[in-house]
């Protein structure tokens, strides 16, 4: 009973052959002369380098003939471009060539890692060294402004959010208000998202016995969840219902092995979510993606929106685009007069 | 019969040992309910109570704040005695201090079980949040208790030194412990054991008011997000609501034990004294609680009028109208409301259980209203009423002190050995 039919490829699948599919790629593919006299540097080289590095693949010959063959060439024809960049075969953790060979070689940089590190070190060293106008600089008051106007009310943040945060049952960092005001016809709705609002004045933080969650110099307010004692005070006290209990339940029957992954929030990696171990019996929150934020990402919810609804930045840059946006006149807060003067803001 | 020791003859507890075994028996089956019901809670979790998101406090929350306002109000009735220096409640002093320790017991027990992690308990004393009201209260019911116990032990100490010098067995060691080594029962010791139960009873009558019950209501009170419990007058029911349910539990006890565990009659002057007092906090508490929501009303605040809505008509307005009104307010009222009756001891056990019975529906009443609006338009509405984990546990913590005051009340010359005539 094969299922294959008589001429062994699978059924519903026209038979062209192998040597049809590889005519199709040299049809596609450019020409190599033509492409390489675009470039100011000697096409010959180029095509020589090319070839005998397919026969390197190949292993009609090894890579230290190769680059003993070529190391002068290319070191004549491109220069100081060719001394300082890294070469891939060297010092990497799979070095492809002897050592011998490496040391005999014209690019005397190192390796490509060595390379990256050495980018990365000055980088650190600049964000350091002084606050530049960079967009991750470690000074930022992070805030959020939501463009109703622009909101469709899809939830893909809302979603988004419990993809990203890996939120358990019962516990949704983002939701989407709707409100359906007056009569048919003449109906309207609005769709009002509500993360975290990371007030400048928390009341959560207020009355927390144990000061578990507390404000960040980043304008997040942080929950420690080695600390909380599980009380649901702070529940109690946020005038916007973002506060959430982890009673611990899983999404086990829905997904396999859904406790398997978490998510490194406040930047803590907390490993596989277990029965007893926080955050269960914790009150858990947005934080803004802080984890994400870190390492110079945009919240899930800010990244998805599908209408780009919701912007982040830093509130403390008067001219961030976030900080205009929050200045202009359409921009307001929720429960103003709660005197809580929240980081999220939206335009009517 | 009359031996020369017979006027230390030291032997509380219960008179009838039928009684005795009934009672040890319900108190056995309700600890076996309450502590499945608590293996039950630590397994599984939070998941086993009706708890949500929206409704994060339950009736845990709501007995905790029971058992505080329990306390403070017996101990407040204390101090009428050891303060006030109301002579004839003297006889009941030490039994309303005990009460008052019991209480404290079982709220924290309460409050412990309702921990998401209860291994946690002891971090409020590691770190701190000057700005949290449950900061400040867990460190005044830690102080509110020892100077419960200091009072206990100088409102007591000399019976124990005379227990333990004429008596023998079990008390007598028991009471010889306890006496901490003063065992003189000179008039002198007697007279400095007052003077200092006075002064403890002076620093205990702020810390109890002010700090342990009036906190707890400002624990609830500073909840601007709730405007139901954001109020000023909201604090001073918690207190009047306390000492109501503490007077009613303070008659009860005098009543049942003097009966059952001392076989005397009911001094009938002390009795219609107390069913006057509890008239008093009634009529107080009913027009504190008019005022707190008429003001409420008057304020057309959509959060304030839905949330009294709620508590009049919604799905658990019975516990208002049968519960709250009428075994916390009017029926008790009716039984105190002649002299013939405020003199009848099982009348106003009735009235005293009717009134510790219906506070109970007073504290649900505060805790679970304002948590089923959402706190904004768009988020979704709570519904609550305890699991069987929730009331078996429950039952299972009332048990436990239960069954501490009678063991206490068996063992300690809670009854003044001279009857309080001094």
């Known amino acids: ?348 | 019969m009359a031996t020369e020791h017979s006027r230390f003859e030291f032997d509380p507890g219960f008179l009838d040992n039928r009684l005795r075994v009934a009672w040890y028996a319900v108190l056995g089956v309700l600890l076996l309910i309450g502590g499945y019901a608590t293996w039950l809670r630590l397994t599984q979790g939070m998941q086993s109570t009706n708890l949500t998101s929206t409704t994060p406090w339950g009736a845990w929350v709501a007995f905790y704040i029971y058992f505080v306002g329990l306390s403070a109000g017996a101990f407040l009735v204390s101090t009428l005695a050891n303060v006030f220096g109301i002579e004839r409640l003297h006889r009941i002093d030490r039994d309303a201090l005990f009460a008052a320790i019991i209480s404290m017991v079982v709220a924290l027990l309460f409050v412990w079980t309702d921990l998401g992690r209860m291994d946690r308990m002891f971090y409020p004393f590691v770190w701190r949040q000057l700005t949290s009201p449950l900061a400040w209260e867990v460190h005044a019911y830690v102080a509110y208790i020892l100077v419960l116990i200091t009072e206990l032990y100088f409102s007591m100490r000399y019976d124990l030194a005379r227990v333990a010098e004429h008596g023998s067995g079990l008390r007598a060691r028991l009471s010889g412990l306890l006496t901490l080594g003063r065992r003189t029962t000179t008039e002198a010791s007697r007279a400095t054991d007052r003077t200092w139960l006075k002064r403890a009873g002076i620093l205990g009558i702020p810390l109890a008011i002010f700090l342990v019950h009036g906190g707890t209501g400002v624990l609830f009170a500073v909840s601007k997000a709730r405007p139901y419990w954001n109020s000023g007058l909201f604090p001073v029911i918690f207190i009047v609501s306390a000492v109501l349910s503490g007077t009613a539990l303070v008659m009860l006890l005098y009543v049942l034990r003097t009966r059952l565990f001392d076989g005397e009659s009911v001094d009938r002057d002390l009795l219609e004294r107390l069913s006057m007092l509890l008239a008093v906090f009634i009529i107080v508490d009913v027009a504190l609680t008019a005022i707190e929501a008429l003001i409420a009303v008057a304020s057309l605040h959509p959060h304030e009028l839905e949330t009294w809505s709620i508590i009049l008509f919604g799905e658990m307005s019975w516990s208002f109208w049968w519960f709250m009104v009428g075994f916390g307010w009017v029926f008790p009222l009716v039984m105190v409301s002649k002299r013939s009756w405020r003199r009848t001891p099982w009348l106003m056990v009735v009235a005293g259980l009717s009134v510790v019975i219906g506070i109970v529906a007073v504290r649900f009443n505060i805790v679970v209203p304002p948590q089923i609006l959402p706190v904004m338009e768009g988020l979704p509405h709570g519904s609550y009423f305890p699991s069987a984990v929730e009331w078996a546990t429950s039952a299972g913590m009332i048990a436990v002190g239960l069954l501490l005051y009678t063991i206490g009340a068996e063992l300690l010359p809670l009854t003044p050995l001279d009857r309080g005539d001094h």
């Open chain 1, 1 to 348: 009973m094969s299922r294959s039919g008589e001429n062994g490829h699978a059924p519903g699948v026209p038979d062209v052959g192998r040597p049809a599919f590889d005519e199709m790629v040299d049809d596609e593919r450019t020409d190599p002369r033509e492409e390489l006299a675009k470039t100011d540097h000697d096409t010959d080289l180029g095509l020589a380098m090319a070839e005998d590095a397919k026969r390197v693949s190949r292993g009609e010959l090894s890579a230290e003939e190769y680059w003993e063959r070529y190391d002068e060439l290319a070191e004549r024809e491109f220069g100081d471009a060719y001394r300082e960049t890294p070469n891939p075969s060297i010092e990497s953790p799979d070095q492809t060539i002897d050592a011998e060979t490496a040391g005999s070689l014209g690019c005397s940089v190192g390796s490509m890692d060595s390379v990256a590190c050495d980018l990365q070190d000055r980088d650190a060293a600049d964000a350091a060294g002084e606050s530049s106008g960079d967009a991750t600089d470690g000074d930022e008051r992070w805030g959020m402004v939501i463009d109703l106007q622009k909101c469709v009310g899809c939830d893909s943040c809302t979603v988004a959010c419990k993809a990203e945060n890996r939120t358990p049952p019962g516990v949704s960092y983002n939701v989407v208000m709707e409100e359906e005001h007056g009569e048919f016809p003449n109906v309207t709705r609005t769709n009002v998202p509500r993360p975290c609002m990371q007030c400048e004045n928390p009341p959560c933080v207020q009355v927390c016995p144990v000061s578990a969650t507390y404000k960040m110099d980043n304008g997040v307010v942080n929950i420690d969840y080695d600390r909380c004692i599980g009380c649901r005070y702070c529940m109690i006290a946020c005038p916007y219902g973002a506060r959430y209990f982890d009673f611990g339940e899983n999404y086990d029957d829905e997904v396999e092995e859904a406790g398997e992954i978490t998510s490194p929030e406040y930047g803590v990696d907390r490993g596989t979510r277990e029965d007893g171990e926080s955050p269960i019996g914790n009150v858990r929150k947005c934080s803004f993606c802080t984890h994400r934020l870190e390492r110079g990402e945009e919240p899930a919810c800010v990244e998805t929106c599908v209408g780009d609804a919701r912007n982040m930045g830093d509130l403390d840059d008067p001219d961030s685009e976030v900080s205009e946006m929050a200045d202009s006149s359409r921009a307001f807060q929720l429960k103003e007069s709660e005197g809580t003067d929240p980081n999220v803001y939206y335009l009517e």
